[in-house]
């Protein structure tokens, strides 16, 4: 039984969580510097076999309003990018995942100005646990 791969998708950085062997509870995993399409695809094919992942959840950030904004096309484009690894993508609704984040970080006492990576992580693992959670209904 395999893993799901959160991936919160940026220009700079990408946030990833884990899921536990069972799809119950995700964990914020690690953050990824942004080079290259091709550096992150060769991450993520080291990742799904140490991990043993069997699907992707991709965080999509849809306008509050319910709309595509500039961000969503690229989050879009970079899910159809990564089909090639042959594994089932799914896109999950992450609107205020961020804000999320950062309010549980603060709550642990961690600050979240200087370790951006973090909230990136947190991130990823809220809108994967929302993803998680709506499976098991």
Do not use: C
């Not at 919160?8 to 990408?14: H, L, S």
């Amino acid at each position: 039984m395999g893993r799901v791969l959160g991936i919160d998708y940026g220009e700079r950085r990408v946030g990833l969580a884990l899921s536990d062997p069972m799809k119950i509870i995700a964990s914020p995993f690690k953050t990824l510097n942004h080079s290259t399409a091709e550096n992150l695809i060769s991450e993520f094919k080291i990742i799904i076999i140490d991990k043993d992942i069997d699907s992707i959840v991709i965080g999509l950030p849809i306008g509050l309003k319910g709309k595509d904004t500039i961000q969503t096309k690229k989050v879009r484009h970079f899910a159809s990018s990564i089909a090639d690894l042959g594994i089932p993508i799914q896109l999950e609704d992450e609107r205020f995942s961020t804000m999320s984040a950062k309010r549980s970080l603060i709550l642990q006492k961690i600050k979240t100005g200087h370790d951006k990576a973090a909230v990136d992580r947190t991130a990823a693992a809220i809108f994967l646990q929302q993803y998680l959670d709506k499976r098991s209904r």
